[in-house]
Nanobody
Framework: QVRVVESGGGLVQTGGSLRLSCAAS????????VGWFRQVPEKEREFVTA????????YYTDSVKGRFTISRDNAKNTVYLQMNSLKPEDTAVYYC?????????????????WGQGTQVTVSS
């Protein structure tokens, strides 16, 4: 069983930066696709970005392109989300999710393992 735990959330001002971490345990996930999603109250969880099992394939939703960067450190069994130029509309709970296949998918149903989420709040 894979367990993923997010960390790194917090409160930042507009234009600030945060780096989220998604640490996996229970199994090596170097060949797994890993995604980041976010959710605000009363809205569906939305896809943000994902990295494929090889690390060479990455996909971002349009609203974060040029500001967010996903990466993985297989030696640490960890995936990161570097978030720069943050905006108030980035405020959400951010979730990490992993799937035991290498290819990226953008829907929540495609991921088997989810963390508990970490709150990101961007003040204006």
């Amino acid at each position: 069983q894979v367990r993923v735990v997010e960390s790194g959330g917090g409160l930042v001002q507009t234009g600030g930066s945060l780096r989220l971490s998604c640490a996996a345990s229970g199994r090596i996930i170097s060949s797994y696709a890993v995604g980041w999603f976010r959710q605000v109250p009363e809205k569906e969880r939305e896809f943000v970005t994902a990295i494929d099992g090889s690390g060479g394939g990455i996909y971002y939703t349009d609203s974060v392109k040029g500001r967010f960067t996903i990466s993985r450190d297989n030696a640490k069994n960890t995936v990161y989300l570097q978030m720069n130029s943050l905006k108030p509309e980035d405020t959400a709970v951010y979730y990490c999710a992993a799937r035991p296949w290498a290819n990226i998918v953008v829907n929540t149903q495609g991921y088997d393992y989810w963390g508990q989420g970490t709150q990101v709040t961007v003040s204006s």
